[in-house]
Structure formats: C-alpha cells, structure tokens
Antibody, heavy 119, light 106 residues
Framework: EVQLLESGGGLVQPGGSLRLSCAVSGFTFSSYAMTWVRQAPGKGLEWVAT????????YNADSVTGRFIISRDNSKNTLNLQMNSLRAEDTAVYYC????????????WGQGTLVIVSS | DIQMTQSPSSLSASVGDRVTITCRAS??????LAWYQQKPGKVPKLLIYAASTLQSGVPSRFRGSGSGTVFTLTISSLQPEDVATYYCQRYNRAPFTFGPGTKVDI
C-alpha cells in the first residue's frame, strides 16, 4: 500500500524558513518522480516543484524559483522541500505526491501539511 | 508558458445527468493531460491520465477525451458522490500547470 506522510508544516513569520519532509513507503521510491503541490485556503491546486526519480532533474514553479528547493534521499525514502524567504502568499496546504510510471502525472497524494506564513 | 483553462468554472446538475467539463491548453500538449477529482475537505484523486485512460478503480461513468489543445471530462450519469471540484493538469513538460478547476454541484 502506497503511503505518503508529510511533516514539517506550521506557523512561520514572513521571511522565515521551513523544511517539509515526506516519508514514503509501499513502492520503489527511486523509480518515480515526486511532486509538491499546494493549495491555498479556498483556492485551487498549484504545482510547486517536481524531482525526477534519481534526483538528477528538478523543476520549480516561477512563484517559488530561487526560494524553494526540492530534494530527495532515495536511501531513506524521503522527499523534502526547503522553503526560504517565505511570504504570506505561500500559506497553503502542501501535498507530497507520487508520479506515474515513466511520466509526471500524479497518481497518489499524501494528506498534506499546513504552512501558515504570518506575523 | 502554456496556460490551462477550464469551462465552466462551476455547474449544477441533477442526479443522472450527463456532465461535460472542458479543459484547454494554450499550446499543444499531445495527450499529456490528467484529470483529478477533489471532494470537499479531501485529498485530490487521479481519475484519468493520458487524456483518456481511466485510473484503476475509477467508475466507468467517467470518460476523458481529446488531444492537442482541447480535452473533455464527461460524467455519463452524475451521482451524488461526484460532488467535487475537478482539475485538469498538463504533464508533458514543466511547468506542470493545473487548470483553475470546475466545481460540480447537485
């Protein structure tokens, strides 16, 4: 059974940093791209960042480029999102998600972790 | 960047109705299009990928079609449990943009 368990969310002041993690199980982690998607309160889904299975390729949304870094540790089955220079507009539920086999569709989502950026 | 739009933004229909949602890409994306369902307060769920391939376990009343720039999600007979917001997403290349969503009510 595929399981994605996010952690690291919370309240942070504007300009601060936060590191989200996602512990995965139930599939061969290194074989799949992984993606972070966020959803601001009452809003739609926003793609944030994707990393290939071996970690060699990363992709970021323009809204987070230069501030967020996606990474993975295939030896620990863990996906990370380092978030720096946080802004109020980064407030959202952040979902860890698993790619499809050989492509970047999302076929499984974690339960999400809430990040609130506020003073 | 390629923009994704959806229409309508919301709709209300009756149980048993046929419902169609359209997703448009500003440039061709072949068939690299997925549809997701997000029920109120729940995590999104993959319904369809490769524009028309039904994800395992998804009821057959959901059907996807299209290629290039215009795609449709059709629910052949709307059920009460289909109340949700539906999103399309391109995944041919980054940015893997989502559409703005279509809210379906009964």
């Amino acid at each position: 059974e595929v399981q994605l368990l996010e952690s690291g969310g919370g309240l942070v002041q504007p300009g601060g940093s936060l590191r989200l993690s996602c512990a995965v199980s139930g599939f061969t982690f290194s074989s799949y791209a992984m993606t972070w998607v966020r959803q601001a309160p009452g809003k739609g889904l926003e793609w944030v960042a994707t990393i290939s299975g071996n970690g060699g390729r990363t992709y970021n949304a323009d809204s987070v480029t230069g501030r967020f870094i996606i990474s993975r540790d295939n030896s620990k089955n863990t996906l990370n999102l380092q978030m720096n220079s946080l802004r109020a507009e980064d407030t959202a539920v952040y979902y860890c998600s698993k790619g499809g086999y050989g492509d970047y569709r999302i076929d499984f989502w974690g339960q999400g972790t809430l990040v609130i950026v506020s003073s | 960047d390629i923009q994704m739009t959806q229409s309508p933004s919301s709709l209300s229909a009756s149980v048993g109705d046929r419902v169609t949602i359209t997703c448009r890409a500003s440039q061709g994306i072949s068939d690299y299009l997925a549809w997701y369902q997000q029920k109120p307060g729940k995590v999104p769920k993959l319904l369809i990928y490769a524009a028309s391939t039904l994800q395992s376990g998804v009821p057959s009343r959901f059907r996807g079609s299209g290629s290039g720039t215009v795609f449709t999600l059709t629910i052949s007979s709307l059920q009460p449990e289909d109340v949700a917001t539906y999103y399309c997403q391109r995944y041919n290349r980054a940015p893997f943009t989502f559409g703005p969503g279509t809210k379906v009510d009964i």
